[in-house]
């Protein structure tokens, strides 16, 4: 089963707007990370947060950590059309001896 | 970006051909990954080595081997695809197991 679910699976929104994704995850976790991956090409690491961590800034990225709800959002703020992509939550659960396991991420579309 | 190169970039090959998909680093870290990226099911470890000649299995390895003779390389063969095969192979790179991972741009694979 899934480590990591996004939530939704896809979303669209218009420039300037925020973007909201969310994550949840069954295991008790070291850290969360999230990525970002763009249309054939490969993921790239946006943030990560670790579980002693409630919430982290990036830019204009915004992740937040409940270890009680086993859950994550990642809040991108004043979206761009460059902003288009799939967004992955990766987990490292105590039970996979830190690998990363990925959710099925979040399609982004911000529309100019 | 991460020094990160795969090859070959596409392949098409007949189902019980061998296949050998091959990743390679400039940025000398220790730790280096093997995912395959399918729909409904985001990225999944296939297999990852800690260390030249050190490697373990993640969670889909099953039909797959690897090997790591230099810390730059690492690659994995399919030693009698499947259709079953058919996916997107990504190879993944971090200094640490809990560090964050650097991707290539993937191998897209097609078995007939």
């Known amino acids: 089963s899934q480590q990591g679910e996004e939530d939704p699976q896809a979303l669209s929104i218009q420039e300037g707007e925020n973007a909201t994704m969310n994550c949840s995850y069954k295991t008790s976790i070291n850290n969360l990370q999230w990525y970002r991956q763009n249309s054939g090409r490969g993921l790239v690491h946006l943030i990560l947060?670790?579980?002693?961590?409630r919430e982290k800034h990036s830019g204009r990225l915004r992740v937040t950590l409940d270890t009680s709800k086993k859950s994550s959002s990642l809040l991108i703020t004043a979206s761009r059309a460059a902003d288009t992509a799939s967004y992955f939550c990766a987990s490292d659960g105590e039970t996979s001896g830190s690998r990363l396991t990925f959710g099925e991420g979040t399609q982004l579309t911000v529309n100019p | 970006d991460a020094g990160i190169t795969q090859s070959p970039r596409h392949k098409v090959t007949e189902t019980g051909t061998p296949v050998t998909l091959r990743c390679h680093q400039t940025e000398n870290h220790r730790y280096m990954y093997w995912y395959r990226q399918d729909p409904g099911h985001g990225l999944r470890l296939i297999h990852y080595?800690?260390?030249?000649?050190?490697?373990d299995k993640g969670e889909v390895s099953d039909g797959y081997s690897v090997s790591r003779s230099k810390t730059e390389d690492f690659l994995l063969t399919l030693e009698s695809a499947t259709s079953s095969q058919t996916s997107v192979y990504f190879c993944?790179?971090?200094?640490?197991?809990?560090?964050?991972?650097?991707f290539g741009d993937g191998t897209r694979l097609s078995i007939l």
């Open positions: 993944a790179i971090s200094r640490k197991l809990d560090q964050p991972q650097h």
């Open positions: 080595s800690y260390g030249v000649k050190d490697t």
């Open positions: 947060i670790r579980s002693n961590e």
